[in-house]
């Protein structure tokens, strides 16, 4: 049965950082929100697209040619192989992010966190 997300409530059940959570399923994708604060490390996912949208604060979505910055509202989609390293440099940033089912989110499986459903 369909139900709504309210994402402020999500938010609320959690405190770790760079740690997903899973907000919703479709389609075989992962709706998943985070809390970050500094920088993330280098690394790309060689099977899927990523989505990025900032729900609040500011991050910097780093590539090796350029820099995005971003602020809440803002969404980026990083394409499947590319490599890129979100910073939250200024303070917590809330973000949503969408995957494909499984994929780790440190684009290696031995050293990825698992989304924890809320």
């Not at 997300?5 to 709706?31: C, I």
């Not at 998943?32 to 949208?53: M, N, Q, Y």
């Not at 729900?55 to 394409?79: C, Q």
Request: proline share 5%; glycine share 6%; with cysteine.
């Amino acid at each position: 049965m369909a139900s709504k997300v309210t994402l402020s409530d999500k938010f609320a059940l959690f405190d770790e950082q760079w740690a997903p959570r899973l907000a919703a399923r479709y389609n075989g994708n992962e709706v998943r929100i985070a809390k970050v604060e500094g920088e993330f490390h280098w690394h790309s996912h060689p099977d899927t697209d990523e989505l990025f949208l900032v729900i609040e604060g500011e991050l910097d979505m780093e590539f090796k040619d350029r820099t995005e910055a971003m602020i809440a509202g803002d969404l980026i989609v990083v394409p499947k192989g590319t490599e890129h390293r979100p910073c939250a440099r200024k303070g917590e940033v809330k973000l949503l992010v969408m995957d494909a089912d499984g994929t780790p989110n440190t684009g290696d499986e031995a050293t990825a966190s698992k989304p924890v459903e809320l």
